[in-house]
């Protein structure tokens, strides 16, 4: 985590440059709450309902940091076998969406 946030510290701080940079690191984006160059964002998804890991990409963009991971869902969609995303996939959400 400290090369993502000396990455990203460096980028918003002294380059200046526009940047879109993703992580999966949830502390990185509340220790760079702080930053006025920073703005949080993440991508809009819909859960079915029967199913809370299965989710469907919108395309948009949404204000603030993603309320949860959704390596399963990404799995599934690269074609990973449903044992391994079964397996993994209660250990990856962090809560919600």
């Known amino acids: 985590m400290a090369i993502a946030y000396s990455v ?12 879109a940079f993703s ?5 990185l984006v509340d220790d760079m709450l702080y930053h006025p160059q920073i703005r949080p ?5 819909q859960e079915a309902p029967e199913d809370s ?11 603030g940091a993603a309320k949860g991971s959704f390596g399963p869902s990404v799995a599934k ?6 044992f391994v995303t ?9 809560g919600p969406s």
Not at 8 to 19: D, E, I, K, M, R
Not at 23 to 27: A, M, V
Not at 77 to 82: K, P, Q, R
């Open 8 to 19: 990203l510290h460096h980028l918003a701080t002294h380059s200046g440059c526009l940047t």
């Open 53 to 63: 890991h299965l989710v469907t990409f919108l395309y948009k963009l949404g204000e």
């Open 86 to 94: 079964l397996s993994f996939a209660p250990l990856t959400r962090a």
């Open 77 to 82: 969609l690269a074609g990973l076998d449903s």
């Open 23 to 27: 992580t999966h690191y949830s502390q």
């Open 41 to 45: 964002m993440h991508m809009l998804i």
